[in-house]
């Protein structure tokens, strides 16, 4: 797997997004283009999977069929939160039994699509779920979209220990100037910026500082030039 194709791919498909939406709607959006989905659905839950929090959904689909899981208290999402792997569903197949109302309400929903929903995870332990629906497979390797789901997850979380605000941020001169190159790239926020240089040093499994560096020193371009 070319880890730094995949990212440049996505950056450039978050650049080309509509920059009126909210960056975690973009991010969605540009993901499930890339492994071939018809929409998709970010959610953040808590430990006991009961808080579940809606982060993104690139349509009216993807939206109902995170609000039914959240209803009924059931579905493939939940699931792979659950058990720390991907979950993959047809609705019309048998073992959508597993969540019956979940399925009679997706499939008058949504009609018969197959829903790939993989868990978002830090240190490899799961704190939300990205999720596809398709009307087949997807056009990526299962791996590859786990991987974009952990990659989105870094962008996404806020993590309060990891805080770059205040007079941390400002001790960060390369990581300022970094954000600033990135935000002119893909035509983003700051903040939103910041977010993709976190999901790169996650998917590279190395510091923020190094790939601010890389940015500066244009040995990384996040259009993937």
Do not use: K
């Not at 509509?18 to 989905?37: H, T």
């Not at 008058?108 to 939300?128: I, K, N, W, Y």
């Not at 993590?159 to 790239?185: L, N």
């Amino acid at each position: 797997m070319d880890r730094a194709a995949i990212l440049g791919r996505l950056g450039r498909l978050v650049a080309a997004g509509d920059p009126i939406e909210q960056f975690a709607v973009r991010l969605c959006d540009a993901s499930r283009r890339l492994v071939g989905g018809e929409g998709g659905s970010i959610s953040i839950n808590s430990d006991d999977n009961e808080a579940r929090m809606t982060l993104a959904a690139t349509d009216e689909v993807a939206a109902q069929l995170e609000s039914l899981q959240d209803i009924l208290g059931e579905g493939p999402c939940r699931e792979a939160y659950r058990q720390g792997e991907a979950v993959v569903t047809d609705l019309d197949d048998a073992v959508s039994t597993l969540w019956p109302e979940f399925t009679r309400s997706a499939l008058e929903t949504a009609g018969d699509v197959v829903l790939h929903c993989f868990p978002m995870r830090a240190a490899s332990r799961p704190f939300g779920v990205y999720s596809v629906y398709s009307y087949g497979g997807l056009s990526e390797p299962y791996d590859v979209v786990q991987f974009l789901a952990d990659a989105v997850g870094a962008a996404v979380l806020h993590d309060a220990s990891a805080s770059m605000t205040g007079g941390a941020w400002s001790a960060r001169s390369v990581v300022y100037q970094a954000t600033g190159m990135v935000s002119v790239q893909l035509q983003v926020s700051p903040d939103d910026a910041l977010a993709m240089l976190r999901a790169h040093a996650f998917a590279h499994s190395t510091t923020l500082n190094q790939i601010a560096e890389n940015v500066v020193a244009r040995r990384l371009d996040f259009r993937g030039r």
